[in-house]
């Protein structure tokens, strides 16, 4: 959950940023909410909810974002921030109430969209999720397309559907070779489908970013076995057995 709230919360931080924005619209725009003024009080507590989310004073956040609605019932980006406190307080269905509000009010904005998406994957509707995210994608001005794609390859495996998966976490590695979900869930996948060379590049790669964990500790001892590697099959075994150990 924090390793969302986090992305949440940047998400935020880029909405809030363009809430001044007064330009003609377009199509597409990198943020597509309200053109709330930014020092009008919706805005103000709207930023002091997200401080206080970003604190976990959930109560305080709440009396916060709840005042910004009472000032503007319409906003998206407050009733995006009061779902992920809902979702932090595990009140679901409030959670969901205000992320189909906020979706509702701004139905083009790429950060709400986005947020909604996550929402979605997090509760095991997969397809539903990836919906959304594809939305999100199909806003050339969002910022950040990668972490995007491999919230949809994330989703797709969750659903069994790696084929897919695999594509959108190739896309999130070429705009970002370093980005340790999506190799992650590429040694499965390409172990899954009898690629042991290219399974071994992957965990080679993840290897230099980060421990590796018993699921692919696992596929590693595997994939070395499979390959004659007895070696460095043994090694993978050794870790393994430590890290259970543990």
Known sequence: MKRYRWIWLMCVLCVLAGCAQTSQPRRYQESDSQQEPENSPAMLNVKMGVAYLEREDYRTALEKLKRALAHNPKLAIAHSAIALVYTSMNAQKDAERHYELSVKYAPNDPNILNN????????????????YYKKTLANPFYRTPETVHENIGVC???????????????????????????????????????????????????????????????????????????????????????????
């Open 116 to 131: 909604y998406g996550t929402y979605l994957c997090q509760n095991g509707q997969y397809l539903e999720a990836v919906g």
């Open 156 to 246: 797709l495996m969750k659903a069994d559907q790696q084929a897919e998966a695999e594509y959108h976490f190739r896309k999130a590695l070429e705009a970002n070779p370093n980005m340790i979900i999506s190799i992650y869930n590429m040694v499965i996948v390409s172990a899954g489908k009898g690629e042991s060379m290219r399974a071994r590049a992957f965990i080679q790669r993840l290897e230099s970013l980060t421990e590796l964990d018993e699921k692919v500790l696992k596929v590693a001892y595997e994939v070395e076995k499979k390959m004659g590697n007895d070696r460095l099959a043994n090694e993978y075994l050794v870790q393994l057995r430590k890290l259970k150990k543990s």
